[in-house]
T-cell receptor
Framework: KAGVTQTPRYLIKTRGQQVTLSCSPI?????VSWYQQTPGQGLQFLFE???????NKGNFPGRFSGRQFSNSRSEMNVSTLELGDSALYLC???????????FGSGTRLTVV | GENVEQHPSTLSVQEGDSAVIKCTYS??????FPWYKQELGKRPQLIID?????GEKKDQRIAVTLNKTAKHFSLHITETQPEDSAVYFC????????????FGKGTHLIIQP
């Protein structure tokens, strides 16, 4: 069974640009959540999707958004990039009714 | 919202000794407490988890204990091995994680040969 797949693995963007990250969950998993990992703030929850609906959102500005498609694949978008958005963005999926999340390897975003 | 504190930030133990990492949480409604291990440059991996209706759970050399009254939970690793070296994160959530996981800041576990 394939794991959680995130693309691309690495990205370099310029301040002010926007970026879209992609996540394909484990087959059959309908819940997808996103996390930002930085050395200073650690792992912080961005949002969770289930069946194309955002169920919860963390404490991030509106520049951070996401969506989920009917095949459970998810994308997150960050607009008007700032230097502080440089981070590892992790996607995680879980099975309906299950508690444990499986993480992908992440997308390393660098804003210059 | 939920706040999770994790101690220590760095823990160095001799190979073969035990390691204990402690976390406290603030939201009494939290009911799910996973532990993740993250090796350098790799993704976090779930190593053990516990739900609030259970006080202790073991899986080979790893165990987690939960004290709901005191709102703290701990990870215990016995007979530590070099491959246990990594950063360990505790987390808490309510509603089966639909609210998102709130993570501690992590513990860098170093196993000395």
């Amino acid at each position: 069974k394939a794991g959680v797949t995130q693309t691309p693995r690495y990205l370099i963007k310029t301040r002010g640009q926007q970026v879209t990250l992609s996540c394909s969950p484990i087959s059959g998993h309908r819940s997808v959540s996103w996390y930002q990992q930085t050395p200073g703030q650690g792992l912080q929850f961005l949002f969770e999707y289930f069946s194309e609906t955002q169920r919860n959102k963390g404490n991030f500005p509106g520049r951070f958004s996401g969506r989920q498609f009917s095949n459970s694949r998810s994308e997150m978008n960050v607009s008007t990039l700032e230097l502080g958005d440089s981070a590892l963005y992790l996607c995680a999926s879980r099975n309906q009714g299950a508690y444990g999340y499986t993480f992908g390897s992440g997308t390393r975003l660098t804003v210059v | 919202g939920e706040n999770v504190e994790q101690h220590p930030s760095t823990l160095s133990v001799q190979e073969g000794d035990s390691a204990v990492i402690k976390c406290t949480y603030s939201d009494s409604a939290s009911n799910y407490f996973p532990w993740y291990k993250q090796e350098l440059g790799k993704r976090p991996q779930l190593i053990i988890d516990i739900r609030s209706n259970v006080g202790e759970k073991k899986d080979q050399r790893i165990a987690v204990t939960l004290n709901k009254t005191a709102k703290h939970f701990s990870l215990h690793i016995t007979e530590t091995q070099p491959e246990d070296s990594a950063v360990y994160f505790c987390a808490a959530s309510r509603g089966g994680g639909a609210d998102g996981l709130t993570f501690g800041k992590g513990t860098h576990l170093i196993i000395q040969p």
